[in-house]
């Protein structure tokens, strides 16, 4: 067993949707699951053609849940001839009932602040309402007022839906949307709007309050519900979000030109939200306002980084949040996959210099080797890239 797993059992595997299936997963060893914020993720060891894989994805239950965790994953199938999603498929294709994996313990920025008393915006798009349902489950317990608002393509890929209404009450309110509703989506009532949401929507059905907002999904959906919190007076700093992807932030996307981010309204019906790509773990990070520049303290200013492969060399001046970060700044586009050091993927070496770990690695690199994905320079410094 590698150190900082555990081996669990598949306890139950539940087809929830045509797209998402959920695995309960219960420890071997007989004791308690971990500790879990609601909306954190678990790792799970992929085993691959090579070296296993690390794919880290929601825990989809209530976070108070002792016996197992819950992941709920969408299916991803390959488009225009990319592979399919190897973690997605091992789950849904290979894993059965009984069979064991590896996991490693919860992690992730992206949680409910539990300190608050404030009332909360749950927005999800896809399957990116599995951290979602476990704030949710969290909340029903709180005397926080709620409105949990999920969008999606209609009740055929609509996970979990059941399980939401059933937390809602008095304090909490779910309202769901979707795109192209069924015949028989029609015929159920399944669904409170149809198209995306937009400001008369939310105006209709969330009062105006001081709000936490918490923001999961596709990217179009996550720039499209940024931009609409802020018109509608939410703080950019009560503004959270799960992200994957480059390093930016839903302030630089929002920038963006309105006609890069064709979508109709849900209070107008007819609907799209162009290139809907669903988020199925996310390996995710939480990614903030985008680079603080901010003068920063003399202690910050590493000096120079230089990128040997490259033959470029950058000044660390505190503004980037990581040496990939920095790396990226300069045009330069290393491999990386989960962001938080979990997946060793953004690997390199260094020749020369000391760096500190702002978030531990799951896996410590070989002597020589550094994770540029969550480490910062004590000085300066040479990577091999």
């Keep these: 067993m590698v150190a900082g797993f555990r081996e669990f059992r598949v306890a139950s595997k539940v087809v929830e949707s045509e797209i998402i299936t959920s695995f309960y997963l219960e420890p071997t060893d007989g004791a308690p699951v971990w500790d879990v ?18 794919k880290t994805y929601s825990v989809s239950c209530d976070p108070s849940e002792t016996r197992h965790h819950r992941i709920s994953v ?35 920025k992206f949680f409910l602040d539990e300190t608050s008393t404030r009332p909360v915006l749950l927005l999800s798009g896809g399957v990116g309402l599995t951290p979602m349902v476990s704030m949710l489950h969290r909340l029903r317990d709180s005397d926080r007022d709620v409105h949990f608002l999920h969008a999606c393509e209609n009740g055929q890929v609509h996970a979990l839906r059941d399980e939401v ?89 929002a920038a963006k030109p309105e006609s890069s981010r064709s979508h109709k309204a849900a209070s107008r019906a007819a ?35 230089t990128f040997r492969a490259s033959d470029v060399t950058a000044t660390w001046d505190g503004s980037a949040g990581s040496l990939l970060e920095l790396a990226e700044n300069t045009g330069l586009n290393p491999e990386f996959s989960c962001r938080a050091g979990i997946c060793n993927s953004c690997k390199c070496g260094l020749v020369s210099g000391e760096v500190e770990y702002f978030e531990e690695p799951l896996i410590q690199p070989e002597e020589g080797q550094v994770l540029i994905c969550c480490s910062r320079p004590k000085g300066p410094v040479v990577l091999d890239i």
């Excluded at 609907?271 to 910050?300: H, M, R, S």
Aim: hydrophobic fraction near 40%; glycine fraction near 10%.
């Design 165 to 253: 209404l059933s937390c809602a009450n008095e304090r909490i309110q779910a309202r769901f949307i979707y795109r192209t509703p069924t015949d028989a989506d029609r015929a159920a009532k399944r669904f409170d709007a149809q198209g995306v949401i937009d400001k008369a929507f939310m105006q209709t059905h969330v009062p105006i309050g001081d709000y936490d907002a918490y923001i999961c999904g596709p990217t179009p959906f996550m720039v499209a519900m940024y931009q609409l919190l802020q018109e509608l007076g939410v703080p950019k700093n009560r503004i959270a979000y799960e992200f994957f992807g480059k390093a930016t932030s839903l302030e630089a996307l």
């Design 37 to 54: 914020l609601p909306g954190q993720y678990i790792t799970l060891r992929v085993p691959g053609s090579g070296d296993p894989v690390l």
């Design 271 to 305: 609907p799209t939200i162009q290139a809907l790509t669903f988020l199925t773990n996310p390996d995710a990070w939480a990614a903030d306002e985008g680079p603080d520049v901010t003068p920063k303290p003399a202690e910050q200013l590493a000096g120079d980084i």
């Design 74 to 108: 969408k299916r991803e199938a390959g488009l225009n001839g990319a592979p399919d999603g190897v973690g997605s498929c091992w789950l849904h294709d290979q894993i059965e009932i009984g069979d064991t994996v590896e996991i490693a313990a919860p992690r992730g």
